[in-house]
T-cell receptor
């Protein structure tokens, strides 16, 4: 089954404790990205990757890192999480840059206390 | 940047009713998509529809690119249709999809 898989689904952590949210897709998609969803602000892009070893900042990259060492994986790294990074995070992939359709992971609900 | 406006923001309907959700764009349509976010938070891609009309079961969508809007039709609503419906298109941000604020749909039994 074609899918984008994120882990973990839920995470509660403390300020400053490094964490990684994994994302993997099995559709051989070149383009992957991370979004965060916050009440009143909607979904905003954090980082994106057009292919292996090619990553770039989205609209809200501060406090996040990513890597793309393999085509299927695109982990999101929070080196020193802060409470303002409490959010619902989505990983997405699509066949190519700018389309066509995007497929989203199940979401990761992160709480930083 | 590009603006994506959705209406109505909230909609409450009885099971079996039909509904039309609208999405307006401030710029030319580019890779327009409709998503459904279910009550568990999952985002499901419903349609990729940069222009024209598509149908999938009880759902259909129409995009009129020249007039910068798209419509999502839901017929014979079911309680499982509840959730938030987003439209999104490329552009606006550094790269990637710009989302509208969504239409929160509640289908009552």
């Amino acid at each position: 089954e074609a899918q984008v898989t994120q882990n973990p689904r839920y995470l509660i952590t403390v300020t400053g404790k490094k964490l990684t949210v994994t994302c993997s897709q099995n559709m051989n998609h070149e383009y992957m990205s991370w979004y965060r969803q916050d009440p009143g602000l909607g979904l905003r892009q954090i980082y994106y990757s057009m292919n292996v070893e090619v990553t770039d900042k989205g609209d809200v990259p501060e406090g996040y890192k990513v890597s793309r060492k393999e085509k299927r994986n695109f982990p999101l790294i929070l080196e020193s999480p802060s409470p303002n990074q409490t959010s619902l995070y989505f990983c997405a992939s699509s066949h190519a840059h700018r389309g066509p359709e995007a497929f989203f992971g199940q979401g990761t609900r992160l709480t930083v206390v | 940047g590009i603006q994506v406006e959705q209406s109505p923001p909230d909609l409450i309907l009885q099971e079996g009713a039909n509904s039309t959700l609208r999405c307006n764009f401030s710029d030319s349509v580019n890779n327009l998509q409709w998503f459904h976010q279910n009550p568990w938070g999952q985002l499901i891609n419903l349609f990729y529809i940069p222009s024209g009309t598509k149908q999938n079961g009880r759902l259909s969508a129409t995009t009129v690119a020249t007039e910068r809007y798209s419509l999502l039709y839901i017929s014979s609503s079911q309680t499982t249709d509840s959730g938030v419906y987003f439209c999104a298109q490329e552009g606006g941000g550094a790269d990637g999809l710009t989302f509208g604020k969504g239409t929160h749909l509640i289908i009552q039994p």
